[in-house]
């Protein structure tokens, strides 16, 4: 059995589960996520814990049953606390602006990179430089702040672009200059 799988899941305050079928449903303050289940993998919900069992120790249900209790257990932290990815813009005329749920990005293109937020995601931006990807669901927070990040990633001989909070950027050497004066 799987060490991740086998710890319960502790339902904080003001969340609950429900299982609909080959579907559990996770609701709290900030929202409501649903996850399909696989037909081997069975959940048991008490009071204020989730446990995740598996039919078989087969070797294909031993590799569910940790992803799913670790699915489960985003999806709790999600719809009670959120998540986000902050992101920073760098370089020179590089800025975004928020317009409605639009984000347009200055990338030193001779366009305007226009996003618009998906639903249930939402685009803060802190200053003109660094913007705050928020919502419940973590895999759909990951994918938009990278995809904002792929519109222009850190090149690595000045570190320009957009890149993630505390990311480090391996810089190269330049080209070196040979003098011909004598």
Known sequence: MSRVGKTPIVLVE???????????????????????????INIDITDN???VKMESDS????????????LISNMVE???????KTLEIIGVG??????????????????TVTMEDPPGIETVLL?????????????????VAAEIRAKKPPEPYKGKGIRYRGEKIRKKVGKAVISTEF
């Open 49 to 51: 814990e989730i446990i």
């Open 127 to 143: 200053n003109p430089t660094t913007i705050v990807v928020k919502g419940i669901d973590k895999q759909l927070v990951g994918e």
């Open 14 to 40: 003001n969340t609950k589960a429900e299982i609909e079928g080959n579907e559990i449903i996770v609701s709290g303050p900030k929202g409501e996520l649903k996850q399909k289940l696989k037909s081997g």
């Open 59 to 70: 070797k294909y249900y031993k590799s569910l049953h940790g992803l799913y209790r670790t």
């Open 94 to 111: 590089y800025k975004a602006v928020k317009k409605g749920n639009k984000l347009e990005l200055y990338l030193g293109f001779s366009h």
């Open 78 to 84: 999600g719809v009670s606390k959120g998540y986000s």
